[in-house]
């Protein structure tokens, strides 16, 4: 079976559960569930402004593997289930963006997928409108997936395991199912770390899950607590895989995927997704994909997108709130800004710094509660709070829609976190602008970012320039040896903190 392939239901209208509910549904609008004003406007609300489609459809996209079914250029094309097409429409989205273009049809066919793809690029409709299709052409079993009395727990059978490395992105990509589910039967449901949400979480579990979103730690513990089962589990994804390797998951993703009652590979469909494609990302395809499966390139892996302005400009240490400040003032209160500081204490330091000379601030970092972090967020994506500073952990996977300019007050050790970074602007072909402040301490980057900016058609300070070139010559100042994981991480030696400081 694969993600949509035709298991003796009509695609339109598949099997017993839609013949039933189908009908009974025609009578209120073609759908399922009567319409619920309030529910629609939270889940549909603010999506997708000004949307450069047109500059889209320039991005190059390679698919490669054997058998690559063919690409769309509209939805339409996919006969979807009715009740996902009018989603669709809802949310926004008038034609498949690039990844989705190639992906939909992929996992339509139960193909084994590789997505290379920049955060941004509507990757999470690619993955979420094939995977509910299927779920509701499955019929009615899929439909009331069996929940087992566990010694009196109730123990839920998804149909579908998403895996996400943060919070955050497991909220968003469940916002995102619940949207192309709207007034379907499908149920989605989450699981993140953290001990405040730990009861409430399990609650709305034991409601039924279709769509299961979750961190891998967490999933772990209540896994091991018998609230959920994977045997019925046919649909996986892994979205941003990198990351969640980087953030060291790898062992619990493996017990999740090897060591549970997962179906195997080829009786499962799966789905990764990473911005880059290291080593070790290499392998996790290897291990968890079958060997024809599709591998799909979108842009170069890894650059960035040229709708976004990069400037670099030298800033000494003691200058940067100054220098801030004045970014701040030219950007005027409309446009939403996103700074991005190194540790933990700097995001709360800056935050508190620039509230205190009166700009409408918030923070995001690891030291907050989960709704802080949430309220936080909703203040910076409704305008409310036009300025977010945040470390790059805490912000990994957060889908802002329109974020003006991202400014990077410390820059990262590594230029694949540059990338991801400035990824946030200039999104689903909105244009953007990135500025960085660079100083001595950050030669080791150099180079790197030299490359990038020349390689996007970028204007090159001549500075930079200089600095890349005695980088070259001399070595940096921090020692050489290569870090980081599979000898690819931080290239330049220098120091590597510690997830926990951020």
């Given at each position: 079976?694969?993600?949509?392939?035709?298991?003796?239901?009509?695609?339109?209208?598949?099997?017993?559960?839609?013949?039933?509910?189908?009908?009974?549904?025609?009578?209120?609008?073609?759908?399922?569930?009567?319409?619920?004003?309030?529910?629609?406007?939270?889940?549909?609300?603010?999506?997708?402004?000004?949307?450069?489609?047109?500059?889209?459809?320039?991005?190059?996209?390679?698919?490669?593997?054997?058998?690559?079914?063919?690409?769309?250029?509209?939805?339409?094309?996919?006969?979807?289930?009715?009740?996902?097409?009018?989603?669709?429409?809802?949310?926004?989205?008038?034609?498949?963006?690039?990844?989705?273009?190639y992906s939909i049809?992929?996992?339509?066919?139960?193909?084994?997928?590789?997505?290379?793809?920049?955060?941004?690029?509507?990757?999470?409709?690619?993955?979420?409108?094939?995977?509910?299709?299927?779920?509701?052409?499955?019929?009615?079993?899929?439909?009331?997936?069996?929940?087992?009395?566990?010694?009196?727990?109730?123990?839920?059978?998804?149909?579908?395991?998403?895996?996400?490395?943060?919070?955050?992105?497991?909220?968003?990509?469940?916002?995102?199912?619940?949207?192309?589910?709207?007034?379907?039967?499908?149920?989605?449901?989450?699981?993140?770390?953290?001990?405040?949400?730990?009861?409430?979480?399990?609650?709305?579990?034991?409601?039924?899950?279709?769509i299961l979103i979750?961190?891998?730690?967490?999933?772990?513990?209540?896994?091991?607590?018998?609230?959920?089962?994977?045997?019925?589990?046919?649909?996986?994804?892994?979205?941003?895989?990198?990351?969640?390797?980087?953030?060291?998951?790898?062992?619990?993703?493996?017990?999740?995927?090897?060591?549970?009652?997962?179906?195997?590979?080829?009786?499962?469909?799966?789905?990764?997704?990473?911005?880059?494609?290291?080593?070790?990302?290499?392998?996790?395809?290897?291990?968890?994909?079958?060997?024809?499966?599709?591998?799909?390139?979108?842009?170069?892996?890894?650059?960035?997108?040229?709708?976004?302005?990069?400037?670099?400009?030298?800033?000494?240490?003691?200058?940067?709130?100054?220098?801030?400040?004045?970014?701040?003032?030219?950007?005027?209160?409309?446009?939403?800004?996103?700074?991005?500081?190194?540790?933990?204490?700097?995001?709360?330091?800056?935050?508190?710094?620039?509230?205190?000379?009166?700009?409408?601030?918030?923070?995001?970092?690891?030291?907050?509660?989960?709704?802080?972090?949430?309220?936080?967020?909703?203040?910076?994506?409704?305008?409310?709070?036009?300025?977010?500073?945040?470390?790059?952990?805490?912000?990994?996977?957060?889908?802002?829609?329109?974020?003006?300019?991202?400014?990077?007050?410390?820059?990262?050790?590594?230029?694949?976190?540059?990338?991801?970074?400035?990824?946030?602007?200039?999104?689903?072909?909105?244009?953007?602008?990135?500025?960085?402040?660079?100083?001595?301490?950050?030669?080791?980057?150099?180079?790197?970012?030299?490359?990038?900016?020349?390689?996007?058609?970028?204007?090159?300070?001549?500075?930079?320039?200089?600095?890349?070139?005695?980088?070259?010559?001399?070595?940096?100042?921090?020692?050489?040896?290569?870090?980081g994981r599979g000898?690819?991480?931080?290239?330049?030696?220098?120091?590597?903190?510690?997830?926990?400081?951020?």
């Amino acid at each position: 079976g694969g993600f949509g392939q035709d298991r003796g239901y009509g695609v339109r209208n598949s099997g017993r559960f839609s013949e039933r509910s189908y009908r009974g549904g025609q009578r209120n609008g073609g759908y399922g569930q009567p319409r619920d004003e309030r529910l629609e406007a939270e889940l549909f609300a603010g999506q997708l402004s000004g949307i450069n489609f047109d500059k889209y459809e320039e991005i190059p996209v390679e698919a490669t593997g054997e058998d690559v079914p063919a690409p769309i250029s509209l939805f339409s094309e996919l006969k979807l289930h009715p009740w996902i097409e009018e989603n669709i429409q809802k949310s926004g989205y008038n034609r498949p963006t690039p990844v989705q273009k190639y992906s939909i049809p992929a996992l339509n066919a139960g193909r084994d997928l590789m997505s290379c793809a920049q955060t941004g690029s509507g990757k999470t409709a690619a993955f979420l409108v094939p995977l509910i299709n299927a779920i509701l052409q499955d019929g009615p079993d899929a439909q009331h997936p069996p929940t087992m009395s566990h010694g009196g727990r109730k123990k839920q059978y998804p149909s579908a395991l998403v895996l996400s490395p943060t919070r955050e992105l497991s909220l968003q990509i469940y916002n995102e199912s619940r949207k192309f589910s709207y007034r379907t039967p499908i149920k989605s449901a989450l699981l993140y770390g953290g001990r405040e949400n730990y009861k409430e979480q399990i609650n709305k579990l034991r409601l039924g899950c279709h769509i299961l979103i979750a961190t891998p730690g967490r999933l772990i513990d209540v896994m091991e607590q018998e609230y959920i089962g994977l045997k019925g589990c046919r649909y996986l994804v892994l979205d941003e895989a990198d990351r969640m390797l980087d953030m060291g998951f790898e062992p619990q993703i493996r017990q999740i995927v090897d060591l549970s009652t997962m179906p195997r590979k080829g009786e499962r469909v799966t789905a990764m997704f990473s911005a880059t494609f290291p080593k070790d990302i290499q392998v996790l395809a290897q291990d968890f994909l079958m060997p024809n499966y599709v591998f799909l390139a979108v842009g170069r892996v890894g650059s960035t997108s040229e709708n976004i302005m990069q400037k670099v400009v030298w800033v000494e240490d003691h200058e940067k709130r100054s220098y801030l400040m004045d970014l701040l003032d030219a950007g005027g209160q409309n446009s939403l800004t996103l700074v991005f500081v190194e540790t933990k204490r700097g995001a709360s330091d800056l935050s508190y710094y620039l509230q205190s000379a009166g700009y409408e601030v918030v923070a995001i970092h690891g030291d907050l509660k989960q709704f802080e972090r949430e309220k936080h967020l909703d203040s910076f994506r409704s305008g409310a709070t036009p300025v977010m500073v945040a470390t790059a952990v805490a912000a990994r996977g957060l889908d802002i829609p329109n974020v003006k300019h991202v400014i990077n007050y410390d820059l990262p050790a590594e230029v694949d976190e540059y990338v991801h970074r400035i990824g946030r602007t200039g999104r689903v072909g909105n244009i953007g602008l990135a500025t960085s402040f660079f100083n001595e301490k950050n030669r080791n980057i150099a180079r790197d970012l030299m490359d990038l900016i020349v390689e996007a058609n970028q204007e090159l300070p001549d500075w930079l320039e200089r600095v890349a070139g005695d980088v070259a010559r001399f070595g940096t100042r921090s020692g050489g040896g290569r870090g980081g994981r599979g000898g690819g991480g931080n290239k330049f030696g220098g120091t590597i903190l510690h997830p926990s400081s951020f």
